[in-house]
């Protein structure tokens, strides 16, 4: 089970796509540490009633900002639960942030959308490519010198403004010694305004089927895995064609479940309001264990308005190893 949890909206960077960018005037929220301590405990108590494996993965805003993580994760790990967190890699600099990702994290995904050129313009952060050249690698470093399990994973926002430096990207980020890389289409739910110039043409999608299975068989070579199944590419030339891909049998949530900084939990960030459920509402391992069945349910009966072009990562493969694409 992964429990993406969105544990903060406050965010130190200016990226124009983002729903979170620090320009923007809007209500900054934190979960509160007793809500997610109470959470914690019973995805362990679920965890040991269950014998399966739990990944709680903290997202933002900047979930390093997020002044309760460090007693949180002491929380997890004594529960038995692995750690993971998604980061603009602001805070990589810290040798004790780097050490305590190394010693109680599995996972940790960097956001870096292209070369310096285009990756500090467009996180509004002066200096950011070449800072990242320097703790990425450290980070890799580090995790070799302990031994230590940490994945240290690269997602890459697409859009037709970075589409072609793609390659060059993945290349740069496997000298660095990342281990896997991800990417997405740029969406256009967070910020209307910018999504129309930016999103990704049929064009730059016919470049990526063309361009990533080669992509990944050179960065295998390198050690590094690119991520993300041929459906993961078909869902991509579907949106940018306007074929809408509705689902009525949303079955995410038998393994992912996302909650937000209010401790609503849903099988994505799209549908929060709808389902109306809370994490304070799971007090059993037994509730737990009956949530994916309850959303499923509700979902088929009375689906959001978002399944009718579900815009779910998780629905369409998007950590599947590349297999060979169909002509
Ligand atoms: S939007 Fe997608 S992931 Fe979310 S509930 Fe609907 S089908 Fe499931």
Redesign the pocket.
Known sequence: MIVLWRVSNHCNLACPFCAYDKRLELPREEVAPDRVAGFIDLLGAWRTATGRPVLLSWLGGEPLLWGSRAEMDARAAARGLDLSLTTNGTRLGSPTVRAELVRRYREVTISVDGTADFHDAMRGWPGAFAKLARTVPALVAEREAAGAPLRVRVNIVLMRDNVAGFASLCRTLAAWGVDEISFNQLGGRDRPEFYPDHRLRPGDVARLVEEVPRLQAELARMGTRLVGGAAYLRRFADSVAGRALP?TD?R?AETFLFVDEAGRIA??S??LEHFGVRVDDLRSPEDLDALPQRLMSH?RTR??R??AD???T??FAKFEPMAPLAA
């Open positions: 689902i949303c995410v099988p994505c799209f549908a979902q689906a959001p978002d399944c579900c815009p779910s998780q629905q």
